[in-house]
């Protein structure tokens, strides 16, 4: 199986402020990556996909990058609304595997 | 608009079985993917297999044969899953997911679309 290491863990970070989270895949996965956001209590929701692309009525201040093994999500002007865990997922090869999450809190 | 509307809490017991559904409304439940993903108390997220509700055809997570069944009702537009042999850890919270559709071609390996999950605690 692909390993989809992700970090930080956790992350605190201030109002306006510029957040990156990484992915790391065990593998090349060709940009066959998209990432989620999770609220406390919800299901996860699609932010990125094909590791660049943005998901119609996600707001523009994300955006994902990367190739091979290596990817991130950034998120500018951070909002209030952005505080949720995140997860990356790799659709390369079966069975499709997620990161483990990274915690995205205010300061 | 897409809506997954799953079935409810199940609180079942060691080695029995349970069978949770996805009811699908706002598109045409045969043309997309429907996936379940499973998220432990605590964890991340494990994907467990799709359907394909247009001709049956699934594909699983080898860790989960034997484990999951999935099964699609097109008449209802209701996907299922089963869960069989049960043990503690398989207490989760499972998620109905659609394979991403962009409004021309279909796509299996993404998921545009999630149900609230549904909470199987399995305890004696």
């Known amino acids: 199986d692909i390993r989809m290491t992700q970090s930080p863990a956790s992350l605190s970070a201030s109002l306006g402020e510029t957040v990156n989270i990484e992915c790391l895949a065990s593998?090349?996965?060709?940009?066959?990556l998209a990432w989620y956001q999770q609220k406390p209590g919800k299901s996860p929701q699609l932010l990125i996909y094909n590791a660049n692309s943005l998901q119609n009525g996600v707001p523009s201040r994300f955006s994902g990058s990367g190739s091979g093994t290596q990817y991130s999500l950034k998120i500018n002007s951070l909002q209030s609304e952005d505080v949720a865990t995140y997860f990356c997922q790799q659709y390369n090869n079966y069975p499709y595997t997620f990161g483990a999450g990274t915690k995205l809190e205010l300061k | 608009q897409v809506q997954l509307q799953q079935s409810g809490t199940e609180l079942v017991k060691p080695a029995s079985s349970v069978k949770i559904s996805c009811k699908a409304s706002?598109?045409?439940?045969?043309?997309?993917?429907m996936h379940w993903i499973r998220q432990q108390p605590g964890n991340g997220l494990e994907w467990i297999g799709w359907i394909y509700p247009g001709n049956g055809n699934t594909k699983y997570n080898q860790k989960f044969d034997g484990k999951a069944t999935l099964t699609a009702d097109k008449s209802s537009s209701t996907a299922y899953m089963q869960l069989s042999s049960l043990t503690s850890e398989d207490s989760a919270v499972y998620f109905c997911?659609?394979?991403?559709?962009?409004?021309?071609?279909?796509?299996?390996?993404?998921?545009?679309?999630w149900g609230p999950g549904t909470m199987v605690t399995v305890s004696s």
């Open positions: 593998e090349d996965i060709y940009s066959d």
């Open positions: 706002g598109y045409t439940f045969t043309s997309n993917y």
């Open positions: 997911a659609r394979g991403y559709y962009d409004g021309t071609y279909y796509y299996e390996g993404y998921f545009d679309f």
